[in-house]
């Protein structure tokens, strides 16, 4: 029998005396006390130490702080770096700090329901994987996430919002990296800017990276190449599309090594060279992301994502 687990935790759990004297406020000044402003307010979220040692599974927002790193945050809650990334669709090659993500103590997938409609069967039979009894697989999950037995006979069907966690699930994130090796600054960001050589404002459709003649340059994500050549101001391009329809290019390159309709694999195939061709200043790789509509996003702001 696996141990027993809780959907969620979302604060700090009190203790019987507190419970005890908020029930007659009368008679004790410390149920007032908590309202006062000069009593600290207790943790938005559990403390990490929690998620050790609590035999349940926890789960909980966590802020990005300067210097974290994914591996340190995955130890801190007891889990792993890959359960982090598949339950945040995120590879975590850049943290935002600032910004928040799902950590919980278990060791898969934590899913969160899109929309009214989605059933138990239909969650094991897409996550069960090739070599994994899927009736065993369903039975896991009704007891890892404390659902009714009669859930296995009678389809269980989940609110839009519930956190399914599905044990021994790690996703396969098809995500962007970046197309170098290294890279110390970007010269030239998305969005408005004032070009360089027309010398007016425009809209930069990329980001623009300096870096030596002759850097080697790899595909973002693995794809088709189905443009390898010439291309007006972006002088030796490469252009790869994903299986999602998304495309990646790559601009004012010194030399192409892909050829189109070839198969390029993320971060190893060698599309070309960083060069200065087309309508450039100096030398540098033109970076650019296009959703399957044809319209460019901001490729930082993409690394390590979908």
């Not at 890959?82 to 799902?102: A, D, H, K, P």
């Not at 003649?213 to 790869?240: A, H, I, M, Q």
């Not at 290019?249 to 010194?254: A, E, Q, T």
């Not at 390029?264 to 296009?290: A, C, D, R, Y």
Request: charged letters at 20%; hydrophobic letters at 35%; one cysteine or more.
């Amino acid at each position: 029998m696996g141990r027993a687990r809780v959907k969620f935790a979302t604060g700090i759990v009190l203790g019987a005396a507190v419970i005890a004297s908020a029930s007659a406020p009368g008679v004790n000044p410390a149920y007032y006390a908590r309202f006062s402003v000069l009593t600290p307010p207790g943790p938005e979220a559990p403390l990490s130490e929690a998620f050790k040692t609590v035999p349940r599974l926890m789960h909980t927002r966590y802020k990005v702080a300067k210097g974290d790193n994914v591996r340190a945050i995955a130890s801190a809650y007891g889990t792993d770096v890959r359960s982090l990334q598949s339950t945040n669709s995120n590879e975590f090659i850049f943290m935002s700090r600032g910004g928040y993500i799902r950590v919980h103590n278990g060791h898969g997938l934590l899913y969160e329901v899109s929309g009214a409609g989605e059933t138990l069967n239909g969650l094991a039979a897409r996550y069960a994987g090739k070599g994994r009894d899927l009736r065993a697989f369903k039975a896991e999950i009704v007891q890892e996430n404390d659902l009714p037995p009669s859930s296995l006979l009678v389809n269980y069907k989940f609110k839009k919002g519930d956190r399914v966690y599905l044990p021994a699930v790690y996703l396969d994130l098809d995500t962007y990296r970046m197309p170098l090796r290294s890279f110390s600054r970007v010269s030239s960001r998305f969005g408005m800017r004032y070009h360089p050589v027309l010398k007016r404002r425009i809209f930069h459709n990329g980001c623009d990276i300096p870096m030596p003649l002759g850097t080697p340059v790899y595909p973002s994500r693995s794809g088709t190449v189905t443009f390898s050549g010439w291309k007006g101001g972006y002088g030796n391009v490469v252009e790869v599309r994903h299986k999602d329809g998304s495309m990646c290019r790559y601009g004012h390159l010194s030399q192409t090594n892909a050829k189109a309709g070839e198969t390029v694999q993320k971060s190893k195939t060698l599309l070309g060279k960083v060069g200065s061709t087309g309508m450039s200043t100096g030398p540098h790789l033109h970076f650019e992301i296009l959703t399957p509509s044809g319209k460019s996003v901001n490729p930082m702001a993409k690394i390590g994502k979908k």
